[in-house]
């Protein structure tokens, strides 16, 4: 961690993120998890993992333990000579912690309003504000993107 960044307390925090690359359009979900204190496995260790399939809530893969100075990649998912995909996420995943874009609160949300309420100047407001260039602006300035 960079000198500037010593005093500060570092947590990414257990849930899921969803990150795209502007340029290929592709997408990665990673989910971070406190193991049970009974698990066979790492018991009470943080466990970062990659979904691997369909099932956005049993197809991960981990791949390395969250720790208080970095995330360490188990050494069979390391490359050897080069960095595994593997090593490149992690770096990655750290590197927006570092910078504050790993947040318990950069969630995806859906705004669903009954035809009967569209007209209502309450939600006129809120989906004008939701339209509204520097708004939209200010969500990409913190690594996010809009919908339309």
Do not use: C
Not at 12 to 29: A, C, L, P, Q
Not at 71 to 85: P, Q, T, Y
Not at 97 to 108: I, K
């Amino acid at each position: 961690m960079g000198s500037e960044r010593k005093d500060e307390m570092l947590k990414i925090f257990n849930g899921r993120y969803t990150m795209k690359n502007r340029r290929s359009g592709e997408h990665r979900t990673f989910e971070i998890k406190t193991q049970d204190k009974d698990a066979k496995f790492a018991a009470g260790k943080r466990v970062v993992a990659l979904l691997t399939g369909p099932d956005n809530t049993a197809d991960y893969t981990g791949f390395g333990f969250v720790e208080d100075d970095g995330i360490v990649v188990w050494k069979s998912k390391r490359g050897v000579g080069e960095k595994s995909v593997f090593d490149k996420y992690a770096a990655v995943l750290w590197s927006l912690a570092l910078d504050g874009a790993l947040s318990p609160y950069a969630e995806h949300y859906d705004f669903l309003i009954a035809d009967a309420r569209r007209h209502r100047p309450a939600v006129q407001a809120f989906v004008d504000v939701l339209r509204d260039k520097s708004t939209r602006e200010r969500i990409r300035a913190l690594g996010m993107e809009p919908a339309d």
